[in-house]
């Protein structure tokens, strides 16, 4: 079993939709909780982090982790044609002194004009 | 612009040569960890330096090497390359303090073809 389930997709919706994306983990250690966004052929660019359990909002984007279920989500409201791109979930646990990321595969957005 | 630098960005190599890949952290930065994705695969850890020593290593082979220095840039060298090391090679930075959460930022990648 990977330490971080993502499921690949592809994702499409219409713009406006909302978009629901999820990770699993089965690693209890991981302690910070990260969504990057990653546009084809370019470096991943951090949208949010999350501490422990809870929500955090950002503008159209919410981050949801439940620690209990090894679960987190990210919530995208009125999504637009440029959030077109792959997301990627990336969970941190201390390693050595300093944290590490493991990551999830990606999930490929398409939103629709 | 997240202020990491990455070069070159594509680079085409043949199965055997050697390869580095540079990068420059974000000012102020002084922990640099380097993760190769391959396509459709999420970013895998290779390994991290803190202040110019190695602070954890991945599920990577010896011929994955790297250094820092200290103005905390860092390069990533890969001997004997294998058809299997073509992937984007990225670098992220962060203001590492020993034990404290901070957020990492990576540069845009070099992409590696091995032919």
């Known amino acids: 079993q990977k330490e971080v389930e993502q499921d690949p997709g592809p994702l499409s919706v219409p713009e406006g939709a909302i978009v629901s994306l999820n990770c699993t983990y089965s690693?209890?250690?991981?302690?910070?909780f990260m969504w990057y966004r990653q546009y084809s052929r370019k470096g991943p660019e951090l949208l949010m982090y999350t501490y422990s359990s809870g929500n955090k909002e950002d503008g159209r984007f919410t981050a949801q982790v439940d620690k209990s279920s090894k679960y987190i989500s990210l919530f995208i409201r009125d999504s637009q044609p440029s959030d077109s791109a792959t997301y990627l979930c990336?969970?941190?646990?201390?390693?050595?002194?300093?944290?590490?990321?493991?990551f999830g595969k990606g999930t490929l957005l398409t939103v629709n004009p | 612009e997240t202020g990491v630098t990455q070069s070159p960005t594509h680079l085409i190599k043949t199965r055997g040569q050697q390869v580095t890949l540079r990068c420059s952290s974000q000012?102020?930065?002084?922990?640099v960890s380097w993760y190769q994705q391959a396509l459709g695969q999420g970013p895998q850890f290779i390994f991290q330096?803190?202040?110019?020593?190695?602070?954890g290593r991945g599920n990577f082979p010896p011929r994955f090497s790297g250094l820092q220095f200290p103005n905390y840039s860092s390069e990533l060298n890969v001997n004997a390359l294998e058809l299997d090391d073509s992937a984007l090679y990225l670098c992220?930075?962060?203001?590492?303090?020993?034990?404290?959460?901070?957020?990492?930022?990576f540069g845009q990648g070099t992409r590696l073809t091995v032919v």
């Open positions: 000012s102020g930065h002084n922990t």
């Open positions: 990336a969970m941190s646990a201390l390693t050595g002194s300093n944290y590490k990321l493991t």
């Open positions: 992220a930075s962060t203001k590492g303090d020993r034990g404290r959460y901070t957020e990492a930022f």
């Open positions: 690693n209890s250690a991981f302690q910070y």
């Open positions: 330096y803190y202040r110019e020593e190695e602070n």
